[in-house]
Each structure stands twice: as C-alpha cells, then as structure tokens.
C-alpha cells in the first residue's frame, strides 16, 4: 500500500483510538498523522508507533492539500462542517457518521460486498452504520443469487456503539445498581444498566428511530435494491462491546440452511459459528475487539416459503466502525482511487 498523511478529526474517540491501533497492528504505511478534536481535548498527546502526537483542535482551517486521507470520526454535525471543506482541499474523506450516507453522490461502502462503488467517489466515502454492515455481509451472497424480498430485523446493540462515554456511563449505573442506587448516566434515552431500551436516536413521525431507518435504507443502497422491504427495531442492552441482531429476511425462492451458512462463509470477515448440537453460536463476548462479523442459529423460517433467519454479532467499534474504515482505504489504494495534489 502508498503512504499516505493521515488526519482522524475524533481521534481521541473510542472509534478514533481504535483506528490508531488497527494502523498499528495492520503496519499500515503512514506518513504524517494529525490527531483532531475539540478544544477539550487540544494539547493532549498520544503515543504512536514511538512518536507522541498532540491532539489539536479542529477548524475550518485545519485542513490543507497535504492531508491526503482524513477520517471524519466525531459527529454528525462535525462531519457537515468539515467534510466539505477537506474534499475541496483535495483530501480523500472518510466518513463514518451518517451525514453523508444517504447521499447520492457519496457512495457507501463495505469492501466486501460493493467496492466498485469506490470507483465512483467523488471526494467522500461514507462508512455504513455499525448494525447495517455485519447484517448486509451476511445477506449479500444469497442476495446476489437469490433476490431478497423482504428484511425483518431486532438489535441487540452494546453501549459503546454511542461512544466512550456511554461505556462509562454504563460502568457507573451498574456499580450504583449493585449498591441500590438508581443514577441515569444520560448516555442513553434510559438507565441501561439490567435494563433494555427500545429507542437509539429520535424518532420520526412513522415511528421508527432514525437508527432503525438507517439499517433500512443504507442496506438498500450497498446492495443496490431499492425495492427491499425492510423493518429493523433498535434495542440498547447493557452490554458494553458487541452489537448482536436476529434477522428474519425473505428471499425469492427457498434457503437452505446449511447452503446459506456455506455462502455467508465465503465472504471475508464473515466467521460461521453454528452448531446446535454442540450449542454454538456466537456471543457479543465473542465479537468483542476482534473484526469479524460472526453469524449462527440459521434455520428455515417456519412461517414463511423463502424465510431464513439467522443470528449475527459483530464489534460495532472494529468491522462496524474503524476495520471497516481501514479497509476502504486499503481497497481505495488498490484501485487507485486516493488522488494525492501533495
Ligand atoms: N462507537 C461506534 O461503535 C460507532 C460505530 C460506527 C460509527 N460511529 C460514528 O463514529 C463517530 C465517532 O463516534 P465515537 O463512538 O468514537 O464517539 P466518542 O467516543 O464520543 O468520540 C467522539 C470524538 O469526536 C470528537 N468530537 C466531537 N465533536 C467534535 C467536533 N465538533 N469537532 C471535532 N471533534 C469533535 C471528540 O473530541 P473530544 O475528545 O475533544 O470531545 C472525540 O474525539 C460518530 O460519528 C459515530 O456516529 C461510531
């Protein structure tokens, strides 16, 4: 791979810091690295591969041609503000909240399933949300042989898919909890400490959240089926790493179960835990800090011809967030899609 200069703005996230450790682990060449965040965190340093580098603040003016890659990891908002400003200096953009996703003129990417759509990019590329990704592996290679109709589909989703503070947050409640206390952290809409909160984000006048309308909707862009019908409920559990989801999804024609599990298996990242015999399935304690999308009880669907339903759990924080970001630049390098004015 090239080497590029790499600037996270949310470097100091737990999305952030686990890039910097992927970048680590994965050796990936990089040239310079700028670390950005908000005032409250200027000044700070972290340590990288020997070098300490201070955490500066993010402006409009913190972006120059030289940046050749930069990672939007903060907000939504922060993404709207700066996105813009960094493709207009020339920088390749990643964007992993959702400000961009549903536009038409950024494509959204898993590498796994449609990295053509890189080829197209126009400045930025926006990163799925962390429950639409491990859903999408697993239904994409029965998708392409066989048409989805229809997506029927509950989260289990952990805490730290809201950020560091939520995974204090939900520390914090649950030592209280132990001690007799009841002390909403306010990370969710909820006390989540021993309880299971039915709401991630607002919610729109159909009543769904906008958590939920993403899986829908970003699911039919990756796949490029706009005609799926889809219909997710979004659930916050006290769980701290690991989202997990029961999938309930139609095809055109029947599933085999045990064909299903071997075409999900030949998608990289996507790890087939399923044997009810010897009770396996996997666990978010089995997703946590590793980047593989993990899928188990796979069985027909007893109340509908052309039914499947599956279980999958994956690490919203790696494959839902910062693996899934590396591997998109490492997918846009290899098609040569990262221009460089510096
Ligand atoms: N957590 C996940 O599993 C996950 C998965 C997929 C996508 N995402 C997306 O990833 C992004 C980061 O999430 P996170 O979970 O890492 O959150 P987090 O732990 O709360 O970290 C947020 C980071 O963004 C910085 N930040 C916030 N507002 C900013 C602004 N206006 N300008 C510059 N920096 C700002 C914060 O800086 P300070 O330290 O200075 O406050 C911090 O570094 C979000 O867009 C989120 O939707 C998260």
Known sequence: MNEYNITIVGGTGIVGRE???LLEARNTPVGRLRLLATARSAG??????????TIEETTPESFTADDHI??????????KEYGPIARDKGCFVIDDSSAFRMDPEVPLVIPEVNPEDLDWHRGIVSQPNCTTTPMVMALAPIHRENPLRRIVVSTYQAVAGSGAAAVDGLEAETRAALEGRHEPSGTQKREIAFNAVPQIDVFDEGGYTKEELKMANEARKILHAPDIGISATCVRIPTFFGHSMSVW?????A?????????????????????????????????????????????????????LTFWCVTD??????????????EEADRRGVIQRKV
């Open 70 to 79: 930069v990672f939007l990891s903060a907000s939504g908002s922060a993404s």
């Open 249 to 253: 999804a139609e095809f055109a024609e």
């Open 316 to 329: 919203s924080i790696r494959k839902g967030a910062a693996t899934n970001v590396l591997q998109v630049i």
């Open 19 to 21: 890039f910097l450790k």
């Open 44 to 53: 700070k340093t972290v340590e990288f591969r020997g070098q300490t580098i």
């Open 255 to 307: 599933v085999d179960p045990a064909e299903a599990r071997k075409q999900m298996a030949t998608v990289p990242g996507v790890r087939v835990m399923d044997d009810p015999a010897a009770e396996e399935y996997p666990t978010p304690m089995d997703a946590a800090g590793n980047d593989d999308v993990l899928v188990g009880r796979v069985r027909t669907d007893a109340s509908t011809p052309g039914g």
